[in-house]
């Protein structure tokens, strides 16, 4: 019988060029906990998974990252609490899916280095 190696994610890495201007939008706007950073590197905690962000060593790992959901309760308040902060949106809280009762919002936005990340909601109807 075969095992999963992969237990969980456990850490996702998000390439930046300015490390002081993404700590700040990170931390001071979509308020994740700071562990700790370096001249290099910034660690965030996010309910049990780690975000690092980096200067990256090479060029050619100077690329836009993936896109992160982060997981919201309220994606109307986070969209507006974010909106607040000067957060810039691609698009306003909308229905990517439904499966049974269940309808699945999204709205997408940048961070300070221009990569995509989204909100996601699972909203019961």
């Known amino acids: 019988m075969e095992t999963n190696l992969i237990k969980q994610v456990g ?3 998000v390439p930046v060029k300015n490390l002081e201007k993404a ?3 990170y931390k001071e706007k979509l308020g994740l906990s700071l562990l700790f950073n370096t001249d290099r590197m910034a660690f965030f905690e996010c309910n049990g998974l780690r975000l690092l962000l980096s200067l990256p060593e090479k060029e050619e790992f100077a ?9 919201v309760e ?3 308040k986070a969209y507006d609490d974010l909106l607040d902060k000067d957060v810039t949106f691609i698009d306003e809280p909308h229905v990517v899916a439904k499966m049974g009762q269940t ?9 300070s280095e221009d990569n995509t990340h989204a909100l996601l ?3 019961q109807v």
């Open 63 to 71: 690329h836009s990252s993936s896109v992160i959901y982060f997981q």
């Open 23 to 25: 700590i700040h939008f």
């Open 103 to 111: 309808e699945t919002w999204m709205t997408f936005f940048k961070d």
């Open 74 to 76: 309220d994606i109307k």
């Open 121 to 123: 909601s699972e909203v």
């Open 11 to 13: 850490q996702i890495g």
